[in-house]
Structure formats: structure tokens, C-alpha cells
């Protein structure tokens, strides 16, 4: 069998013998499920999850559907197939340490699973799983042995014998039907949530017909789980009692490398026709000795190495496909580094991963086609990002030779961690003097922030003497969740997210914010109506101090509010107050938030911003205690209020933001690869920050930028929002999503845009006008780069119309001083008004808004001139003083002399 990679042809002696390939199992699981049983396929989500912030890849099968599980939403079928690309390198599923030292964990790999949404239940799903497995792909039924749930006293939950009784008609032997407890058969999403017992399929992979029933589950890597299939039934609540769900689902998974390599006969899923082509793509690209699949004590470095390339090749060529960005994802950027440094350090070359990338789109395009079409943007982001590494990576082999020679001890340490090793060892140094031990939580740091490997960690902390406890670090791992989707938070919003649990406590519900888009144009003008709202709590210094709730008289509520702002008069404290119903937009998506006013009927507290934490929308003002008392005697006579904004501060926003949709649509249509970081979306401007690996935008194309939208503004195309679920926004791949945002599972707003020339169509919070020609005009105003990002600022609206107008006037003086100088005759006095003139718009230019480009034409013009003026004054200076001493006239004014002649 031959296999195509980037245009050549390799074959196999190993491949030749293989009947079926993977590309054919796999096809033959869906068809299974969809031509026979009805089911439909549902495409594989992105492996970045962008509606969970609980993991920071897709690590299963089901992370699409939690929607539907959580019952936010009913599915658009009910029984659904699939193939999920999957990720693990961090959480609870960390297998990133044992990538390359064992035969069969990966950190990319493809998860076959079906799903029922109430329809099917326990016994088809059990039947399905079986037959397939025996009939269709002829497994020996004798080599698999299935689990169940048996109970659990203390959640009072019973064996599932239901299940049990299944296998048993289906045909199992009773000796190979075992029930084990929570830990092995008993899924849950996470710590409440929707969760129901299991059942598994094992198999023993030696063929050996004795019966070893006793030994699974007991870590045997010859007898391993092959199809888990979950029974959701229950749901745990917050307070950890398990009860009974309305609707019953069922999810299963297989692993698609494990069944490829049972299918093909191969003790090494590495011996799959999934990776060989990888291992050929190297050995050709690098001259590598060919791979001989050794492990354990025969291991040799290079083979370890054929399998993190293989392995890490497809992860990163899937991540990139799917828009994950070094930039924003370090755990993406931290595998990149360790292939760069493999790639260099074993093979002794550079541009391995991007040559892989070529073999893994050939091997995976078939069923998920985004790796073929964005080939292109992945092998641009792994050159860009390579290229960075070798300048971190030269400038810390410096540092570390220097290191070297104080210390030389340090030539036992394995360079093998490339650009962290220099600053994990610094820290380690800082952090661990007159230790004996090395704390769990620096390990934690050398491994996670600066990127060293448990080798590393092992062999620094031998030079410092310092005892290491590998458990205690694995244990930290295996216990990690996600910290580079959630985000590390300030420690006031974590001291203030406490205080808010006293409104929990006291049930007070989340603010209702839904007023944010019920707003109208008439006319010309956007009205934004006032809310009637309750005044629920306000929060002094952090802490919250309920309304009404927590105290019994008006003079224990001014005590509460004594003790949190002290007895001062005069200086003014930050007071948020947090209301039942809202109008006021947070910020969101990079919009500003709004301004306006509280009133109650004799006080009135001014909104400067607000921000929403946990469902609670809080708004903050500055109050001296004398005021914040008549608001609270206010109170006392009842804590109804009405809510305003800023109509003219939203308006500007909504413009802005509008425009910024605008503005993206065409960074994206123009330059090659580019992803959006982060928006500042202000009501008189708005700021694009870009990720940029290759090209960045020059003068003609941010012309090109500014015509086509200002095209599309005269057109007064429509701006049109819809709300999607989940489902439907994984099933539309011509959204637009921002790299590290979290939407959520309904609702969410999607902003379109579509002209002849454009198309805009993101997943937004914010707030927009209805119509294009609402924002009068566009213009940039500012643009800076580096060598991996680039940065746009502009403008809409009238501060748009009039930057054009300043810019016209500018570039219509500067017409006139070049007239000037086409003169005939000039005088002295000429050439230094026209220079005082050059310095005057000089100077005007850098201190009012004027269009980015028409500033930088101008600016230039103004300096060509400036220096034919001087140059000129210079020339007609020496040219008089020779006539002059030539005529015997001793002294001259050159201000008289100008007088006498002109300057040609």
C-alpha cells in the first residue's frame, strides 16, 4: 500500500501487510451507526473548547453536547455519531510525561463515539457496541469481558443489574460480566451536573483464551478498556445528593487509536498505518536512522524521539487548524518548544514539524478537511514560531554556558528544556536557599511556567541538594484544572466573588441585564428607556452589605456602612450598588461599559462603570459618607430606583463596535494569517490588537481597508443579530470566534454583516447600531506593529467626519507651500514663512485627530520640503557670498542680499 505525503510516495514493508486501513475502520464505525442504525454524523467540534471553561482542550467525545446533557437545549436530533478530535495535556487527563515512553498515550487522538438524546437507552446501546465489535469488525468474543456499576451504600445508589442482565441475554459469559464502584464506573461531568453509571468493554490483547477476569481494572497494560458506554440517569446536585433526571441519554466512546492497532494486529499503536507515514516523513527529512520501536530498557533516544515528533506533529497541526494561537494558549506554545527542541537536539534539524504537517493533513484531511485548508496558516505559524524560539533559545545557551562555568556542576543537567532552563534555574536558586527540600509548589512552577520537564526538575534539584518529591508533583498535576482557559483572577475579584456568596445565601437573584439590548432608533436618535429596578445590596471596600436583609433597623444599616467607610466626611469612597434589573452594559467583548444615573426620589448616585461577577451586575460610584447616609435614608423608605445611561457614551460604543466587526472582517479578508487578541472598544474610538505570523499591513492596504468599509458605510448595509445555541454554533464554521473567550451554552449573539464586497459574522456581546450608514465614517487614526503583532486604531461617527475634515484642510496647505516653492522668484522672507509654516502643521498634525494615512502623507511631504528649502537657502547663501567677496562688498546680510536676488 502506497501513501501520498506532500506529493511524494512512500512505501511500507509494515504497511503492505495490513487489510484494513485506519481511514477504513474508521469510515466503517460511522456508517455502522449511520446506514444501519439511523444515527446522524455530527462533524467533529474544534478541539478548542469554546463554551467550557472547566478544560482547556475538548478531552472527550461529549464535551459538544453538554448542552444538551445540562438540558439548556433540545438537540435538532436524537441519536448522533461521530469521530472528536481530542486533546489531553493538562487536568485530570494530563498524558503529555508519557507521549513518546510507552506505546499507546497520545496527546492527540480521535474519539468514536454514539450518542442517544432520550431516544435509545441502556440495552441497544449494549447491542450496538457488541456487534459491531464482534460481528462487523470479528473480534473474538472470548478475548472481551464488560463492567458494570455496582452500587454505592452511601449515595444510596443500587448495582446497576439492569445493565448486568443486558450482557448476560446479549450472550456474555456471567464470569466475564464484573461490577466494580464510583471510581471505574461511574461517570460524572464534574462536581454537579448531569452523571449516571457506565459500563465497559475490555480486551485481552494477548489472545490467550484463559479467563482474566481478576485482573481488570488492575492496571494490566496488555488488558485495557476498549468502548465505555455511559448511562445518563441522574443529576448531582450542588449539595452532593444524586436524584433522577427526566430524560435519559446515553454517550459512549472508543478510542480510534487503540481499536487500529487491535484491528491491524500491532502491540504499538505507533505500528499503525497512523503514524508510519509520520516516522517515513522524518527518517527522509532528517537522515535519521530508521525506527526500530524499542522501549523500556532497550529504548534508544532516537526512537523516543520519532514517536514525540509523530505524536506532537498531529496535535499542533490540529490545534493550529482550529485556531488555537500560541499567543493566547502557553500549553500549545510549551508542545511547540519541546518538538523544536526534539527536532533539533535528536535529528539535528530544524522544520520538522512543518514538514510533518504535510503527512498529517494527508492522514486526517479525509474526515476533518480544515486541516487541508488552513495547511497554509499552520506551516506559517510553526515557521514564525520556530523562528522566535531559535532567538530565545541563542541568547539562553549564552546565559547558561555562563552559568556553566560558575558552577560546574551544571553539566550534568540535560539541555533539554530549551529557553526556560536559564530562568527555572534562577528561581529555583531564589526560592529554594537553605532548603533541603524542594517545594511542591516551585516544582509546580519550574514544570508549568517555565516549561521544564520532571527529568529536569529531578536533575536541578540534585545540584542544589534538594530532596524532590516526584509523587507530590504528579499528584499537584493530576489535580490541575485548566488555568489557561479560566484565567487567574485579581485577588480583589476573588475576595469580592466571597462576599457575593451572602447573596446566594440569602437567595437573592442574579440582575436581570436583559434591558442592555432593548433599545430603539427614532430617527435619528437611539432611546434607550428607563428601568424600574430594586436597589438588592451595596458594596463598601469589598464587602457586601445587603438592603434590608441582613440588618433589622436604619441605624444598624449605618453602623455596617460606619465600619466599612470609617467616620470620615470628606473623602469620597467607591460604593458599588447591585440592583435586581439593569440596563447597563459591562464590559464585554472589549466594549466599554456604560455611564448614567441611579435616582431615587430625592438622591440621585452616578454611574461611572460597572461590572458583573457571578451573575450579580454591580454599579460603582464615588459617594462621601454624608451622601451615601441621605442615599441610604432613602432606603429606609423603600429601594425602588429608576436606572438611566448615557445615551450619547452608548451610542458612541455601539458605532464603535460596529465598526470594529467592520474592521475585522477586512484584517482577516486581506492579510494572509492573522487572529484577533483583543478588542478596546471605546464610545469616541476603537482599538484592534492582531496576532500576526506573517505579513503585516503596509500603506496600500490599509487604504485598501479604509475605501472598503467607508464602501460599505454609503451602502447602509443592515446589521443583523441572532441568538444560537451551542449545537448551532459549532455547526456553522462561518463564525467568527475570538481566541480565549468562553461563550456560553444558549444565547449567544450572533452580529452579521454581508455586503457584496464583505462579510462579517462574529459571536458578540456587545452592543451595535441597526445600520451601517449610522456610522457616517470611517477613518484610521494610529497603527503600530512588532514583529509578531500589530495594533489598528480609528475612528467613526462625527469624530470621524471631522478628522476627515482637519486631514483635508492639512493636505490642502501643504498643496499650498509646494505651490509656493514652484515659484519663479523667492524671496528670504518666503523661505522662512513657508519654513515657520512647515514647523506650525508640523506641530498641529501630532496634537489633533487626523487620519493615520493623511498624517503620515503629510508628515512626509512637510520633511521633503523642509529639506529643499533649507538646502536651497544654503546653496543661494554660498553663491551670494562668493559674489560678494568677489565684487569687493567685505560683509553681507543674507536677508538684505534676498532682497537683492532671487532664488531660482
Known sequence: MNYVLSMRTYSSNTLSTIQKSAKLIRNEFLKYFEKDLGHTFIRSSPVI?????????????????????????????????????????????????????????????????????????????????????????????????????????????????????????????????????LKDNFWEMGISGPCGPCTEIHIDHTKNLKNRSMQINKGYIDLTELWNIVFIQYERLPNGTIVPLPKHHVDTGMGFERLVALLQGKQSNYDTDLFQPLFKSIQKYTNAPEYKGTFGDNNNEVDYGYRVLADHSRMITVALADGVIPAVNNKLRKILRKSFDVGERIFKKYGVLVELSYAVAESLGDVYPELQNNLQKVQKIIQSEEKLYKQIQLSSSKQWMQLVEKDPKLKSVTRSSGPGLVSGYKY??????????????????????????????RELAKVQFLHFDEAALQKKLENLRNRSRVGLEDSATTALKKSLKVLEKNSLPRTDDSFIYKYVLNENNYEF???????????????????????????????????????????????????????????????VSDKGVIRMKNCNFNVLYVQKIDGYVIHYGWLSLT?????????????????????????????????????????????????????????????????????????????????????????????????????????????????????????????????????????????????????????????????????LEAVVGPLATSAKLVGENIQLQVSHLEDKLKSEKITYEMCQSINNEIKELVNKSSKISVPFLVKGECLLKLSNLKQRVQKQIKITEHCLAQHLVSSNQGNYSPKNSFKRLAIS
Open 49 to 181: 473548547s469554546w463554551n467550557d471553561h472547566s478544560v482547556a482542550f475538548v478531552n472527550a467525545g461529549m464535551n459538544q453536547f453538554k448542552g444538551v446533557f445540562l438540558d439548556y437545549y433540545d438537540p435538532p436530533v436524537t441519536k448522533v455519531a461521530n469521530s472528536q478530535k481530542c486533546i489531553r495535556i493538562s487536568g485530570k487527563h494530563n498524558d503529555l510525561d508519557l507521549v513518546g515512553n510507552d506505546s499507546c498515550h497520545h496527546t492527540f487522538f480521535e474519539m468514536l463515539g454514539n450518542w442517544s438524546f432520550g431516544d435509545y437507552f441502556k440495552e441497544n446501546a449494549c447491542r450496538y457496541a457488541w456487534n459491531l465489535l464482534t460481528l462487523h469488525y470479528g473480534i473474538n468474543e472470548e478475548l472481551l469481558y464488560v463492567t458494570y456499576f455496582g452500587g454505592d451504600e452511601n449515595l444510596k445508589l443500587p448495582p446497576d443489574l439492569e445493565c448486568r442482565d443486558i450482557w448476560l441475554s446479549i450472550g456474555v459469559r456471567k464470569d466475564k460480566i464484573l461490577p466494580f464502584g
Open 428 to 457: 529555583l536558586q531564589h526560592t529554594s536557599a537553605f532548603l533541603d527540600t524542594l517545594p511542591v509548589d516551585v516544582a509546580f512552577k519550574l514544570y508549568d511556567a517555565h516549561g521544564l520537564s520532571v527529568k529536569t526538575i
Open 529 to 591: 428607556p428607563e428601568v424600574e429596578s430594586k436597589i438588592l445590596a451595596l458594596i463598601i471596600n469589598g464587602n457586601v452589605i445587603l438592603n434590608k436583609a441582613n440588618v433589622n433597623t436604619k441605624s444598624d444599616l449605618f453602623e455596617a456602612i460606619n465600619n466599612e467607610m470609617g467616620n470620615g466626611d470628606v473623602t469620597m469612597d467607591k460604593v458599588g450598588i447591585i440592583l435586581d434589573k439593569t440596563l447597563f452594559h459591562t464590559l464585554k467583548d472589549g466594549q
Open 627 to 791: 451622601h451615601l447616609k441621605e442615599f441610604v435614608a432613602e432606603l429606609e423608605n423603600g429601594n425602588h430606583c429608576i436606572v438611566s445611561i448615557e445615551s450619547e457614551h452608548r451610542t458612541g460604543a455601539m458605532r464603535h463596535h460596529t465598526a470594529a466587526h467592520l474592521l475585522n472582517a477586512c484584517i482577516q479578508q486581506i492579510i494572509e494569517i492573522v487572529s484577533a487578541d483583543y478588542f478596546i472598544i471605546r464610545s469616541n474610538s476603537l482599538q484592534c490588537h492582531y496576532n500576526s505570523y506573517t505579513e503585516k499591513p503596509n500603506t496600500m492596504q490599509l487604504r485598501k481597508i479604509e475605501k472598503l468599509i467607508n464602501n460599505i458605510i454609503r451602502d447602509n448595509v443592515p446589521v443583523t443579530i441572532k441568538e444560537l445555541n451551542a449545537w448551532e454554533l459549532l455547526a456553522d464554521n462561518s463564525i467568527a470566534l475570538t481566541p480565549g473567550q468562553i461563550y456560553p451554552y444558549k444565547g449567544i449573539r450572533v452580529v452579521e454583516i454581508n455586503s457584496d464586497n464583505l462579510k462579517s459574522k462574529e459571536a458578540c456581546y456587545g452592543t451595535h447600531v441597526s445600520r451601517t450608514g449610522e456610522l457616517e465614517y470611517f477613518c484610521l487614526t494610529n497603527y503600530s506593529n512588532s514583529p509578531l503583532y500589530f495594533t
